[in-house]
Structure formats: C-alpha cells, structure tokens
C-alpha cells in the first residue's frame, strides 16, 4: 500500500492522459465516416479493449483516415 502512494504522482498525470486520449479516439471515430482499415465497430472496440493507450494508437497508425 505504501509503495502505490508513493507512486501516487506519477500515476495520476498517466490515468489522466489515458483517458483523455481514449476520450478523443472515441470522439474521432464516432464523427467521421471514413477508415483506412477496418469499419467504425472495429475501432470502437479496438480503442475501449486497447484502452491502456495500444487501442488508441493503433487507430490513429492504422485506421485514421488522412483529411
């Protein structure tokens, strides 16, 4: 217990970004229609399965399509 309240800073700046990142994945997805990859129900699932930053980035690596 000790050691994950000293770890306590580090970690909340960390969950904070997550989601945030994970917020605006999710917001990009649900408003555009078009992927490189894949369709708007595989990305959705990949980014909330993938939450711990993996799905997020993979979409924007993989299925973001370039404006």
Request: glycine fraction near 8%.
């Amino acid at each position: 217990m000790n050691e994950l309240i000293e770890m306590l800073p580090f970690l909340i700046p960390l969950i904070i970004v997550e989601f945030a990142l994970l917020g605006y994945t999710l917001w990009h997805i649900l408003t555009h229609k078009n992927y490189r990859r894949g369709s708007r129900m595989l990305w959705l699932i990949v980014a909330i399965i993938g939450m711990n930053f993996v799905g997020p980035i993979l979409y924007f690596i993989l299925g973001k399509e370039e404006a």
